[in-house]
């Protein structure tokens, strides 16, 4: 089990918007980072804190947060971007432990 | 650059304990906090703990883990280590370490274990 809930899997067309979310009692006092990991390779950070993204990743990758659902939005969606995405944030007892969500399928269509 | 080396990958018999290490270059691993997150087979992320420099510099190590792991670290060669005792056949996994912020991470190390 997960503090942090995830869909299981998502799709999209190609060059369409498509939205990932989170949700978790924690996010409403913590934010949500976002991982990207393609099969055989290590994650990758996408967003961070209040809709940040690290140097590399492409202005279609954005963030928000409402109440406590997060949400990982990518405008345009390439082919390049089909992967497994995590959110990650503390968890809601208090005790600054990470919890991870369990991670949403992109499939680009 | 903040780059993290892993060890190589690990087989082990269970009951067993394994040791992996994480090197840090491009900083001093006194000005990281790093974690430890593994991925067993074909499932997700999963934290297993790290140092919260919040937290009165404490290392947290979740609650599922307590007992059997330990995280230290050697600044005179900016290594850290994850040490993981009585496996199971359920510990087979990749073993990440990564910064607070996950923002770097290592290549990842697989520990196998079987009999």
């Known amino acids: 089990s997960s503090d942090l809930t995830q869909d299981p899997a998502v799709s999209v067309a190609l060059g369409q918007t498509v939205r990932i979310t989170c949700q978790g009692d924690?996010?409403?006092?913590?934010?949500a980072s976002w991982c990207r990991q393609k099969p055989g390779q290590a994650p990758v950070l996408v967003l961070f804190?209040?809709?940040k993204r690290p140097s590399g990743i492409p202005d279609r990758f954005s963030g928000t947060t409402s109440g406590d659902t997060a949400s990982l939005t990518i405008t345009g969606a390439q082919a390049e971007d089909e992967a497994d995405y995590y959110c990650?944030?503390?968890?809601?007892?208090?005790?600054?432990?990470?919890?991870f969500g369990g991670g949403t399928k992109l499939t680009v269509l | 650059q903040v780059q993290l080396v892993q060890s190589g990958a690990e087989v082990k018999k269970p009951g067993a304990s394994v040791k992996v290490s994480c090197k840090v270059s491009?900083?001093?691993?006194?000005?990281?906090?790093i974690h430890w997150v593994r991925q067993t087979p074909g499932k997700g992320l999963e934290w297993m703990g790290g140092?919260?420099?919040?937290?009165?510099?404490?290392?947290l190590y979740a609650q599922k883990f307590q007992g059997r792991v330990t995280m230290t670290e050697d600044t005179s060669t900016d290594t850290t280590y994850i040490d993981l005792s009585s496996l199971k056949s359920e510990d087979t996994a990749v073993y990440y370490c990564?910064?607070?912020?996950?923002?770097?991470w290592g290549q990842g190390t697989l520990v196998t274990v079987s009999s």
């Open positions: 990564t910064t607070a912020g996950f923002d770097y």
């Open positions: 491009g900083y001093t691993l006194t000005e990281l906090s």
């Open positions: 140092f919260d420099p919040e937290d009165d510099g404490e290392t």
């Open positions: 924690s996010l409403r006092t913590y934010y």
């Open positions: 804190g209040k809709n």
């Open positions: 990650t944030s503390r968890d809601s007892s208090g005790n600054h432990h990470v919890v």
